[in-house]
């Protein structure tokens, strides 16, 4: 059974940094990308970032490339995301997915076919 798992979201003032984790688990973490999502209340969900667990590329929303960064640690089979000088727009439920890794780079157009499985959400709130 595919699971992924996410933790570390909060709440956090303005300006401030989190570091969201995904665990993934029942398939080859190899093989696949593991992309961030979210969605904020009212908005359709978008795409943050994306890393091909194979050859490490990342991939980032052209808007948020300067305050994100993804990682991934293969041995544990877990991709983070790193995000800094977070606004109160980043307020939203952050999701990671298990992508193709040829929709990896299409992280930011919305041009990636659909994930093939999703984790339940971590919710990250902003506070001004």
């Known amino acids: 059974e595919v699971q992924l798992v996410e933790s570390g979201g909060g709440l956090v003032q303005v300006g401030g940094s989190l570091r969201l984790s995904c665990v993934a688990s029942g398939f080859a973490f190899d093989d696949f990308a593991i992309g961030w999502f979210r969605q904020a209340p009212g908005k359709e969900r978008e795409g943050v970032s994306c890393?091909?667990?194979?050859?490490?590329?990342?991939y980032y929303a052209d808007s948020l490339k300067d305050r994100f960064t993804i990682s991934s640690d293969n041995a544990k089979n877990t991709v983070y995301l790193q995000m800094n000088s977070l606004k109160p727009e980043d307020t939203a439920i952050y999701y990671c997915a298990q992508m193709f890794s040829i929709s990896c780079a299409a992280i930011g157009s919305g041009y990636y076919l659909s994930p093939l499985s999703w984790g339940q959400g971590t919710q990250v709130t902003v506070s001004s």
């Open positions: 890393v091909g667990a194979s050859d490490g590329g990342t």
